[in-house]
């Protein structure tokens, strides 16, 4: 795996003057909406790993031509037709930079696995949306009759209790105790 300098260099997103890596813009005015929604698009890492595809691409390629100059220059040398006349690239640094696309291809893959796994478990468990609004500020559309709320609110009960019983269990097991006679 590259190192992190290695990443933020690869990817171009360095820290600017008196900003600190990794620090995002401060509490400020609302931002409008075109560059509000070219942030949340930088944010998706479906669409992170569609721009770093290209980049990558490239990488590769500039790497395999690297890797061709320095083998004809080294084989040129070994056979005594040449002498080394000038510095080429850096064949470490072209295969940094390939790795460096990697690691951040692979980061937004695990990102976009535990999204959308995220959003199974969300649709499982609470398949309608209850808002959080208080009494008075939503519409008549917007809340969740007691018809529809109660019965899930059971399932997430029962959703909690299966999660507190395979902890107690696999708790139980790790530790070699019997579950206690009688059973839930």
């Given amino acids: ?18 900003q600190a890596p990794g620090a995002g813009p401060g509490p400020g005015p609302p931002l409008p909406p075109q560059v509000a929604a070219a942030q949340a698009q930088d944010f998706d890492p479906v669409q992170r790993f569609r721009l770093l595809i290209p980049q990558l691409k490239e990488s590769l390629q500039t790497l395999m031509k690297v ?22 690239q850096r064949f470490d640094k072209s295969l940094e930079e390939f790795y460096a696309l990697c690691d951040q291809l692979e980061l937004c893959l695990r990102l976009a696995h535990e999204c959308l796994s995220q959003s199974f478990d969300s649709a499982k468990h609470a398949p309608a949306l ?14 969740l009759p007691y018809t529809q709320y109660l019965p899930l609110i059971k399932a997430q009960i029962a959703g909690a209790k299966d999660i507190h019983n395979a902890l107690l269990e696999g708790a139980n097991k790790i530790t070699g105790k019997l579950p206690p006679s009688g059973g839930p």
Avoid at 67 to 87: E, R, W
């Fill in 1 to 18: 795996a590259a190192p992190p300098a290695a990443l933020a260099a690869a990817s171009g997103q360095g820290a600017g003057p008196g």
């Fill in 67 to 88: 890797a061709a100059q320095n083998l004809v220059q080294n084989s040129s040398i070994d056979n005594g037709q040449k002498t080394a006349d000038g510095p080429l």
């Fill in 130 to 143: 209850v808002p959080a609004a208080p009494k008075g500020e939503g519409g008549p559309g917007e809340t």
